[in-house]
């Protein structure tokens, strides 16, 4: 059973940074790729990043330029790193692995950004 944890959410003023992180119990270069979604309250859950093996990644066009994703195998770990945040930014910010047709879900993280 894959299991995702995120880690690193918190509350922070606008304009700050967060690193999320997330840990796989698995080696992350095992999965067709690793994403970052977000869902905040009453809107569906929107996808953020992804990075896949050899290391190539895409942004969705809210984030780009302002967050990056990466990926440590030697701790089996991919990262979000979120610069210049928004009030936008704030929601529950979720792992996603995907290998063999089958999606994993980490419990997520909340991400609040204060004006």
């Known amino acids: 059973q894959v299991q995702l944890v995120e880690s690193g959410g918190g509350l922070v003023q606008a304009g700050g940074s967060l690193r999320l992180s997330c840990a796989a119990s698995?080696?992350?270069?095992?999965?067709?790729?690793m994403n970052w979604y977000r869902q905040a309250p009453g809107i569906a859950r929107e996808w953020v990043a992804g990075i896949a093996p050899p290391g190539s990644t895409s942004y969705a066009d809210s984030v780009k330029g302002r967050f990056t994703i990466s990926r440590d195998n030697t701790k089996n770990t991919v990262y979000l790193q979120m610069n210049s945040l928004m009030p936008e930014d704030t929601a529950v910010y979720y792992c996603?692995?995907?290998?063999?047709?089958?999606?994993?879900w980490g419990q997520g993280t909340q991400v609040t950004v204060s004006s």
């Open positions: 698995e080696r992350v270069f095992n999965f067709n790729a």
């Open positions: 996603q692995a995907g290998r063999g047709g089958l999606g994993y």
